[in-house]
């Protein structure tokens, strides 16, 4: 199985496809087992991409120490430099877009272009949802509270009237919740995520940022709030600003986002 060695933690990870390489970073509790995978999305059909279960999370280590946006972000230059990549395209989602800002503030030579998708850069530009608030509910509570912040239109209202529509969201979110659900230190590797989550905080380093970047994300989203998107994009000098008809998966939900987020990835607009 496709492990590698970093920052003393065993790091599961995937390559698939051929092209320039692509580094696709996932987001909360996110595992590479899930689908659709980085691999079934658009974007993987144009480059060799590279993605991975974050540490607590999927198939990789999951040790009993508190974590740090830092260790993600160092686990991800780490990751490459295992791997011989010297640099690469990255696109971070949710909270990969976090790690992903962390990974290209601290390893700016690595990264040639930069998408941050549905993300938020904490302190003054405003955080993300704070998900661990959901912890303490149980399970389909915790599920269906997520489902309705992700999109601010999935209201009681649109839940009466799309019982079948809401309900298959909520089986899907539930599917997902039992993968590896019995595996060693599965819910404490969860909880330390949502742990370092609490304390991002890029806003004042985002100026640095010199590669190309591109900030997108849904019009609806509750997690990642468009506001949040604007202030980043006005905080990183020549960066490019896209909002979508969607909510914090408005990838999936509005066809025009995956060919600007290639056009971007290609350096086909800036």
């Known amino acids: 199985m496709p492990f590698t060695e970093a920052r003393g933690i065993r790091i599961y990870h995937e390559i698939h496809g051929s092209g320039p390489r692509l580094l696709m970073i996932t987001g909360t509790g996110r ?3 899930h689908k659709p995978s980085p ?12 993605s991975y279960d974050q540490r607590g999370l999927g198939q990789s280590d ?7 946006m830092a260790d993600y ?17 990255v696109m971070g989602t949710s909270f990969g877009g976090m790690v992903a800002q962390e990974f290209a503030l601290r390893h700016p030579d690595k990264v040639e272009r930069l998408v941050l998708a549905c993300s938020s850069s904490g302190g ?13 509910l149980p399970q389909l509570e915790a599920v269906k509270r997520h489902l309705e912040v992700s999109d ?26 039992q993968i590896g659900a019995d595996e060693p230190g599965r819910a404490m ?10 304390d991002h905080d890029t806003w004042a380093r985002l100026p640095s940022l010199k590669m190309p970047v591109y ?35 408005f990838h999936a939900q509005d066809p025009k986002t995956w060919p600007a987020i290639i056009a971007f990835l290609q350096g086909k607009s800036d």
């Open 124 to 136: 003054a530009g405003g955080a993300s949802y704070p998900l661990h608030e959901f912890e303490s």
């Open 152 to 177: 601010t239109r999935r209201t009681a209202a649109w839940q009466k009237d799309n019982p079948a529509a809401w309900q298959a969201l909520i089986d899907d979110s539930m599917k997902k919740k």
């Open 73 to 89: 972000g160092e686990d991800a230059g780490a990751l490459l430099d295992a791997l011989g990549w010297k640099s690469c395209v």
């Open 62 to 68: 999951k040790p009993d120490v508190p974590y740090s």
């Open 189 to 198: 590797g969860s909880r330390r995520q949502l742990e370092a989550r609490i």
């Open 215 to 249: 900030i997108c994300g849904g019009l609806y989203d509750g997690i990642a709030a468009p506001a949040n998107l604007q202030a980043m994009h006005k905080q990183i000098p020549h960066s490019k600003l896209g909002l979508f008809e969607g909510g914090h998966q």
């Open 31 to 33: 595992d590479l087992r």
């Open 39 to 50: 691999f079934d999305q658009p974007v993987a059909k144009h480059f060799q991409t590279l």
